[in-house]
């Protein structure tokens, strides 16, 4: 079963949980954002009386409404079966300080008859070969295990049934029981009795989900007494208090008072944004992952769940914004430190704890674009313990940037050859050269603040200023380079790479990194040209001319880089223009997507993608502050 749509989030720093909007929860992960994901399916259902199970994410007769707990990262699903007038509340959310998945449920019987009813669980995880998932009950819980993990589930309620083994061939008629405690099944179940409820009455149960990294049997009984004495209440509130805190703290743009539709969307979006980063950050090493994983068997894509360098320099700049300064400081104090080579550059992309990601090739911006980010923070910061403690890390990277400049200036094309932005096309590409010249001009201006931190040595500060003037032609040589190869002089345009084509990314040109003002003529033709190929009939771009990944549709970053030049360039109407075609387009709980499907004109594809609420954040800040 593919699960590509996340479209509600909860989670701490440790746990992270995704759900369907009709309330199914479809991953849990654990001990980070990006890696261990445990759910095959988790479905939940009620037999009322004497009927066959109703699962409460699938039946004909349900009517759904998601919404957070205002302020919070607490979900919140109304679930209205029509057929039996049974409305069911379901909250989700992880406990701030307890590695715990809370869901509870209320029960109204809004019918005029007695209800009976019982409350299902079948439960499967990911398992395989080398780590096989067995099932065993004990202490009224259902415990799934593995080699180094257990999967608790714990409630206070009574249990009619557990079943461990051939769960698929009763499960539908809602029969869960059967002689074994123990089995070597992937998928279990368990039935709770919620009981009687007359009409206008209601009932609750209470599900907490543990994971421990740890099958030893002593701690899975000592995890099941101390899991089914958690006050749920207590920790409701905990974790609504901590998410208003936390959303007070880095409510740093001050949105005036919102008082249309449009408005109230906007700063849906806006908190959403600010609830989400910390749900993407590993805690421990600063990485930060791009998404939440849609596609685990890589169906339709590479997969999402790993930290990009680049996906974290635009983030590191909404966080830095957001007053998340720490978070970016760990970002590149820490991640960027253990995952630099030794030869100086980073790789496409790694798992948030640091360990290489599964990678295709070599984009080269992500080694630039962290020398860029690095002195972008300090910007926001001034830092100069920060720029010292990561000066070597800068250094090394800016040494593999000038071997790999030399090559591509002395026509050694095909050793040196990257992946563009996109990871489609292998070739030297304007994108990646932009983001090097920025990255050299960063480190002149790093070695610049540097050079008093060492002024009782003087034989590097000779180094220093020997290496800004090399450093100054390349910036030189790296312009004339675009200029004479990737520019277009039939069209009048910047191109991408020798395919010739039109490409958002050509606005790097000038935002973020600043080769050439915004109103010169080479650019406004560019600029023209993007907006003649690129821009949809309904007013969103794609990334570039036959974009078709996923459909084809406009994605969110690209209107937001429109939405950057035009600010650049002062002009607001315009950039308000395309901010408020991502506004428009978000999803219901406040996401933004990669792509904007333009048929339905509704977020498409990945759901909270953090590059798109980073890039959000930064053109929101420019019009609102």
Not at 426 to 434: A, D, P, Q, R, V
Request: aromatic share 12%; charged share 25%.
């Amino acid at each position: 079963m593919e699960k590509y749509f996340n479209d509600a989030i909860v989670g701490n720093k440790n746990m992270l949980a995704s759900f369907t909007k009709k309330g199914e929860l479809i991953r849990l992960l654990y001990p980070s954002m990006d890696y261990r994901q445990f759910i095959d399916f988790f479905h939940v259902g009620i037999k009322i009386n004497d009927s066959a199970l109703i699962y409460l994410h699938d039946d004909i007769n349900n009517v759904y409404n998601q919404k957070y707990i205002e302020d919070t990262n607490i979900l919140k699903t109304e679930i209205i079966n029509t057929y039996f007038k049974i409305d069911i509340i379901q909250t989700d959310f992880v406990c701030v300080n307890k590695n715990s998945l809370i869901k509870k449920y209320k029960f109204i019987n809004k019918n005029n008859i007695n209800l009976n009813v019982n409350f299902a669980i079948h439960s499967s995880l990911v398992t395989n070969q080398n780590n096989q998932v067995t099932g065993y009950y004990r202490e009224n819980s259902l415990i799934q295990y593995m080699h180094d993990y257990t999967f608790s589930i714990v409630s206070k309620n009574k249990v009619l049934g557990s079943q461990i083994n051939n769960n698929s061939q009763t499960i539908s008629e809602g029969i869960i029981g059967d002689k074994d405690y123990i089995g070597m099944s992937s998928d279990s179940s368990i039935c709770y009795e919620i009981g009687e409820l007359q009409p206008g009455e209601e009932k609750e149960i209470d599900i907490l989900i543990c994971i421990n990294n740890t099958s030893d049997i002593k701690n899975i009984e000592t995890e099941i007494e101390n899991a089914s004495k958690t006050d749920i209440k207590k920790e409701l509130e905990i974790a609504k208090k901590h998410w208003r805190k936390y959303l007070r703290e880095h409510d740093t743009v001050g949105l005036p008072t919102h008082n249309s539709e449009y408005m109230d969307l906007l700063n849906k979006i806006y908190k959403r944004s600010i609830l989400l980063f910390p749900l993407l950050t590993n805690i421990e090493t600063g990485g930060i992952s791009a998404a939440v994983e849609i596609d685990e068997n890589k169906t339709q894509c590479g997969r999402y769940s790993f930290c990009w360098p680049r996906d974290g320099i635009f983030i590191t700049n909404a966080l830095d914004i957001l007053n998340m300064k720490k978070e970016s400081e760990k970002f590149y104090k820490n991640f960027c430190k253990i995952t630099q080579s030794k030869n100086g550059r980073w790789e496409q992309r790694f798992y948030t704890d640091g360990n290489l990601a599964p990678c295709w090739g070599y984009q080269i911006d992500e080694t630039a674009s962290v020398v860029y980010g690095i002195y972008n923070h300090y910007k926001r910061t001034k830092n100069i313990k920060f720029l010292k403690d990561t000066l070597k890390m800068c250094e090394m990277a800016t040494k593999y940037l000038k071997k790999y400049i030399n090559n591509i200036l002395e026509n050694i094309e095909e050793e040196y050859k990257s992946y563009d932005i996109w990871e489609e096309n292998e070739g030297i590409h304007t994108y990646s050269l932009t983001a090097i010249f920025s990255a050299f001009q960063a480190m002149i201006e790093i070695n610049k603040l540097i050079i008093p931190e060492f002024q009782e040595n003087r034989l590097k500060i000779e180094k220093i200023n020997k290496e800004n003037l090399e450093l100054e032609k390349y910036i030189v040589d790296i312009k004339d380079y675009i200029l004479k190869n990737l520019y277009d002089n039939d069209k009048k345009t910047f191109v991408r790479n020798k395919d010739r084509k039109i490409d958002i990314s050509l606005l790097g040109l000038v935002t973020p990194f600043e080769m050439f003002a915004p109103k010169e003529k080479k650019i406004l033709n560019t600029v023209e040209k993007i907006d003649l190929t690129l821009r949809t009939y309904t007013g969103g771009y794609l990334r570039y001319e036959g974009d078709n990944y996923a459909g084809g549709n406009p994605w969110v970053i690209a209107n937001l880089w429109m939405a950057k030049y035009y600010l650049k360039q002062g002009s607001k109407k315009k950039a308000k223009e395309c901010f408020e075609f991502v506004v428009k387009t978000a999803t219901e709980l406040g996401f933004l997507g990669e792509q904007i499907d333009n048929k339905t004109m509704k977020a498409n594809w990945v759901i909270g993608l953090g590059w798109s609420h980073a890039m959000f954040i930064d053109v929101l800040k420019e019009l609102y502050s």
